[in-house]
C-alpha cells in the first residue's frame, strides 16, 4: 500500500492509544486492550498482539472483571491461539488455547451456547 493510505491497524492504533491516554477508569482501558490484541491477532500480527498481552498483564487480574469483559477476553486468547497457530507456533498457540478448553464448557467461556 502506498504510504498516503490508512489501514485498519492504524486506524484501530490510533483510537486506542487515545482511550489509553484519556480514560480514567480500568474497565474501558481493558477492553480497548482486549479488542486491540484481538485485531492485531485478526491480521495476523502475532508479535504485537503478543507483547500488548504480555505488557498489559491481562491475566493478572480478569478473574475480577464483569463477565461481559471475561467473554471478550476469551475470545480475545482463542483468536491469538489461532493467530499463533497460523504463523506456526504451536507450542504458543496450545499455550494460548489450553485454558479454554481444559474446562471442557469452551462454548460458554465463549458465550456460544
Same mark, same amino acid.
Given at each position: 500500500?502506498p504510504?498516503?493510505n490508512?489501514?485498519? #491497524?492504524?486506524? %484501530?492504533?490510533k &483510537? $486506542?492509544?487515545?482511550?489509553?491516554? @484519556?480514560?480514567?477508569?480500568? !474497565?474501558i482501558r481493558?477492553r480497548? *486492550?482486549?479488542?486491540?490484541?484481538y485485531h492485531? +491477532?485478526?491480521h495476523?500480527?502475532?508479535f504485537?498482539a503478543?507483547? &500488548? #498481552?504480555?505488557?498489559s498483564? =491481562?491475566?493478572d487480574?480478569?478473574d475480577?472483571?464483569?463477565?461481559?469483559t471475561r *467473554?471478550l477476553?476469551?475470545r480475545? %486468547?482463542?483468536? =491469538?491461539? &489461532?493467530c +499463533?497457530? !497460523?504463523?506456526?507456533? #504451536?507450542?504458543?498457540?496450545h499455550h $494460548?488455547?489450553?485454558?479454554? %478448553?481444559?474446562t /471442557? @464448557?469452551?462454548?460458554? =467461556?465463549?458465550?456460544? /451456547?
Amino acid at each position: 500500500l502506498p504510504s498516503t493510505n490508512t489501514t485498519s #491497524v492504524d486506524t %484501530m492504533d490510533k &483510537l $486506542c492509544k487515545f482511550i489509553y491516554a @484519556k480514560d480514567d477508569t480500568d !474497565r474501558i482501558r481493558t477492553r480497548a *486492550i482486549l479488542a486491540h490484541i484481538y485485531h492485531h +491477532a485478526m491480521h495476523d500480527n502475532w508479535f504485537q498482539a503478543r507483547d &500488548l #498481552v504480555l505488557m498489559s498483564h =491481562l491475566q493478572d487480574n480478569i478473574d475480577a472483571a464483569d463477565p461481559a469483559t471475561r *467473554i471478550l477476553y476469551n475470545r480475545m %486468547m482463542a483468536n =491469538l491461539g &489461532l493467530c +499463533a497457530f !497460523r504463523q506456526e507456533n #504451536v507450542k504458543d498457540a496450545h499455550h $494460548c488455547l489450553v485454558d479454554l %478448553m481444559v474446562t /471442557g @464448557k469452551p462454548k460458554e =467461556l465463549l458465550a456460544q /451456547g
